[in-house]
């Protein structure tokens, strides 16, 4: 399977804990790294492999996987986080990517 | 600091062929595990993967597009170059260039460039 299925949109109080999740095949083999995308701007990693980040991402971000579904968590979420947020994984094969859906979160 | 940037037309016809070039600094795309992939993303839509040349030349596709595309490198020029043929007014979308660090572990799309607007339109 070549698809990797994310909830539309989700919402979390300020400060509150929110979970993202991502759905596919191919999160069985191969892990998921997360991107974040504010409005008019470009994407920024802010999750990769089991559960790391790159520098200067706030450890309030944070990833897991079980079977077929990765998550990433935000916990105590901040107005800054408000954004689309995509997984992306390799497919079954593992020679091609793809992208989840794709998640909105509003932060209220 | 690593970067890249996109650069090419940011209008093409229907049924042209669309060139893009990655010009990126600080990495090599001779060091191991380092990779240089294309995205695109269609005003208000997704993020689609398109293609992907790693290190040692190898060459990825997105199934769906992978008799249009044709991705090379130019290592001495630090450029990574996309061609996407038979251009469609739905190919209209903002086009990345991010660098990927894969391993046998993880593949992190790292380092995004700022994009570059196509539209297809007559």
């Known amino acids: 399977s070549s698809e990797l299925t994310q909830d539309p949109a989700v919402s979390v109080a300020l400060g509150q804990t929110v979970r993202i999740t991502c759905q596919g095949d191919?999160?069985?083999?191969?892990?998921a790294s997360w991107y974040q995308q504010k409005p008019g701007q470009d994407p920024v990693l802010v999750v990769y492999?089991?559960?790391n980040r790159p520098s200067g991402i706030p450890d309030r971000f944070s990833g897991s996987s079980s079977g077929n579904r990765a998550s990433l968590t935000i916990t105590g979420a901040q107005a800054e986080d408000e954004a689309d947020y995509y997984c992306?994984?390799?497919?079954?094969?593992?020679?091609?990517?793809?992208f989840g859906t794709g998640t909105k979160v509003t932060v209220l | 600091q690593v970067t890249l940037r996109e650069s090419g037309p940011a209008l093409v016809k229907p049924t042209q062929t669309l060139t893009l070039t990655c010009t990126f600094s600080g990495f090599s795309l001779s060091t191991s595990e380092m990779c240089v992939s294309w995205i695109r993303q269609p005003p208000g839509k997704a993020l689609e993967w398109l293609a992907l040349?790693?290190?040692?030349?190898?060459?990825y596709y997105s199934t769906s597009l992978k008799t249009r595309l044709t991705i090379s490198k130019d290592t001495s020029k630090n450029q990574v170059v996309l061609t996407m043929t038979n251009m469609d007014p739905v190919d209209t979308a903002t086009y990345y260039c991010?660098?990927?660090?894969?391993?046998?572990?993880?593949?992190?799309?790292?380092?995004w460039g700022q994009g570059t607007m196509v539209t297809v339109s007559s």
């Open positions: 492999g089991e559960n």
């Open positions: 191919s999160l069985r083999s191969y892990n």
């Open positions: 040349i790693d290190w040692d030349d190898d060459k």
């Open positions: 992306n994984s390799r497919d079954s094969s593992g020679n091609h990517y793809v």
């Open positions: 991010a660098r990927v660090y894969s391993s046998t572990w993880y593949d992190a799309f790292d380092i």
